[in-house]
């Protein structure tokens, strides 16, 4: 049972996985590793940035972007359409890493979630305290 100090003071996790969708593809994809890649929709029509990699917000392309603007931005950049099936298969094995960790799993995206880390569930040391100078 927690006592009155784990009530008071909760340890709360925030993962937010910066170019999800792109790293799977430059994972499953060899020939896209290094290179500037988004995945979302087509320059040609309304298309919107979901996720650049790395490589491709060294240009200044970021989500929510029009397809349109990052390609003036990069013209070399690749385009590749959503897998959504893999990156939910990715983030499903994600979670279960997590949930060695923590069963307080909040998901809020495939690429996003909170653990509440406050019960040390595998019985590790207690994090380090980083001391202000």
Do not use: W
Not at 44 to 70: L, N
Request: with cysteine; proline share 5%.
């Amino acid at each position: 049972m927690e006592n009155e100090l784990n009530k008071k003071h909760r340890k709360i996790i925030h993962i937010d996985m910066d170019a999800f969708y792109a790293s799977i593809e430059q994972r499953d994809n060899p020939e896209y590793r290094g290179k500037p890649v988004i995945v979302g929709g087509s320059p040609e029509g309304r298309g919107v940035v979901a996720t650049a990699s790395y490589e491709a917000r060294k240009f200044g392309i970021h989500s929510a972007m029009s397809s349109k603007r990052a390609l003036q931005l990069c013209p070399e950049v690749i385009f590749i359409r959503p897998r959504f099936d893999v990156y939910k298969e990715v983030s499903v094995k994600l979670r279960e890493i997590f949930r060695r960790y923590t069963d307080l799993v909040e998901p809020l995206s495939l690429d996003e979630a909170y653990l509440d880390v406050s019960y040390d569930k595998q019985i590790l040391a207690q994090p380090l305290k980083l001391r202000s100078k």
